[in-house]
Nanobody, 121 residues
Framework: QLQASGGGLVQAGGSLRVSCAASGRTFSSYDMGWFRQAPGKEREFVAAISWNAFSTHYADSVKGRFTIARANAKNTVYLQMNNLKPEDTAVYYC????????????????WGQGTQVTVSS
């Protein structure tokens, strides 16, 4: 199970950190990803981190503003979002897949329930 939290309302230019807590004893063997879905739009990839945290990957739209990190001892993955823009408004979902070298924007099997992030202008 994946449980996302930390969403909220923030002004443009502000920061927010969302978290995703995973249950189970094999968290450290899973790649983790963040996706988002804005109203009327398809879900899109935001960021991903490999099972061992050796590699991170970002959508072009968030590069330089968002940072993904994980704490395997806490079974938690984080998404630090800085310099937020109104177009970042969406429901943010965390997802996991068994460790793989495949495209980090695809192949996720398990999904959390999402947390709303709203950025006001």
């Amino acid at each position: 199970q994946l449980q996302a939290s930390g969403g909220g309302l923030v002004q443009a230019g502000g920061s927010l950190r969302v978290s995703c807590a995973a249950s189970g004893r094999t968290f450290s063997s899973y790649d983790m990803g963040w996706f988002r879905q804005a109203p009327g739009k398809e879900r899109e990839f935001v960021a991903a981190i490999s099972w061992n945290a050796f590699s991170t990957h970002y959508a072009d739209s968030v590069k330089g503003r968002f940072t993904i990190a994980r704490a395997n001892a806490k079974n938690t993955v984080y998404l630090q979002m800085n310099n937020l823009k109104p177009e970042d408004t969406a429901v943010y979902y965390c997802a996991s897949r068994w460790k793989s070298d495949d495209d980090y924007a695809r192949g996720y099997r398990y999904w959390g329930q999402g947390t709303q992030v709203t950025v006001s202008s």
